[in-house]
């Protein structure tokens, strides 16, 4: 029974990823935060995940996903959020496409 319920609370983690319901903000200044992301994105709707891509050293790369809880509001990110000035640059924003490709860097031969 235990199994079930742990099966259960699984498919309702992955069931809280609806597609199309993610954007890609390009254009983020280095000094940008998660927080700064929550902030500008709050306002189009319920945000269930984001995150900034960064190097190897911790420093932002100036690019960043955010995750809605419904497809909507990622339309709505787009149309109002696409262009605006942050700390003195554009940030892009457009629909994440879904991929089924990952990518590992450095491993040895």
């Known amino acids: 029974m235990d199994r079930r319920a742990a099966s259960q609370g699984d498919y309702d983690e ?7 319901a993610e954007v890609f903000v390009g254009g983020l200044p280095r000094s940008a935060t998660e927080g700064t992301l929550r902030e500008i994105f709050s306002t189009c709707g319920e945000i ?3 995150r900034i891509m960064k190097d190897q ?11 809605f809880a419904e497809r909507e509001c990622a339309y ?3 149309r109002q959020k696409n262009g605006i000035e ?5 940030l892009a924003v457009d629909l994440s496409l879904d991929q ?7 491993l040895c031969k």
């Open 57 to 67: 050293n911790g420093v932002s790369k100036g690019f960043g996903f955010v995750r």
């Open 86 to 90: 942050l700390q003195g640059k554009r």
């Open 48 to 50: 269930v995940d984001l």
């Open 100 to 106: 089924d490709t990952l990518f590992f860097g450095n």
């Open 76 to 78: 709505i990110a787009k």
């Open 14 to 20: 992955q069931d809280r990823r609806v597609k199309g």
